[in-house]
Nanobody, 130 residues
Framework: LQLQASGGGSVQPGGSLRLSCQTF????????VGWLRQAPGKEREWISA????????YNADAVKGRVTISRDGAKNTVYLEIHNLKPEDTAVYYC????????????????????????WGQGTQVTVSS
């Protein structure tokens, strides 16, 4: 499984961006695509995830209310929309995935750990400044 992230750029505070994560290869029915970010000088943090086939979404408290994660199955793409961007959102954003031939258990306890993900895309830079 390969992932390709795109959609980053420079935006003013208060603006919005939509990041895309397209997956390629063999995609199992049970899969999770997550978004994580790493700000300069900080550890990478998980911010959102989309679970298939149930369509459940998960968002970190740090971004709750400002992000929307969605999936276009036909395009094998997961989108992350970030609204009301703040300078502290400046980071390299990564998408990552894990899949399984059987349904995941206790997913909510797993998705926040970057070590849980098995496949990674390249990062896309998001810069928020005036």
């Amino acid at each position: 499984l390969q992932l390709q992230a795109s959609g980053g750029g420079s935006v003013q505070p208060g603006g919005s961006l939509r990041l895309s994560c397209q997956t390629f290869g063999i995609i199992m029915t049970n899969n999770v695509v997550g978004w994580l970010r790493q700000a300069p000088g900080k550890e990478r943090e998980w911010i959102s995830a989309f679970s298939s086939p149930d369509g459940k979404t998960y968002n970190a408290d740090a971004v709750k209310g400002r992000v929307t994660i969605s999936r276009d199955g036909a395009k094998n793409t997961v989108y992350l929309e970030i609204h009301n961007l703040k300078p502290e959102d400046t980071a390299v954003y990564y998408c990552a995935a894990r899949q399984s031939p059987v349904p995941f258990l206790n997913l909510a306890t797993l998705i926040g750990d970057e070590r849980w993900y098995r496949y990674w895309g390249q990062g896309t830079q998001v810069t928020v400044s005036s």
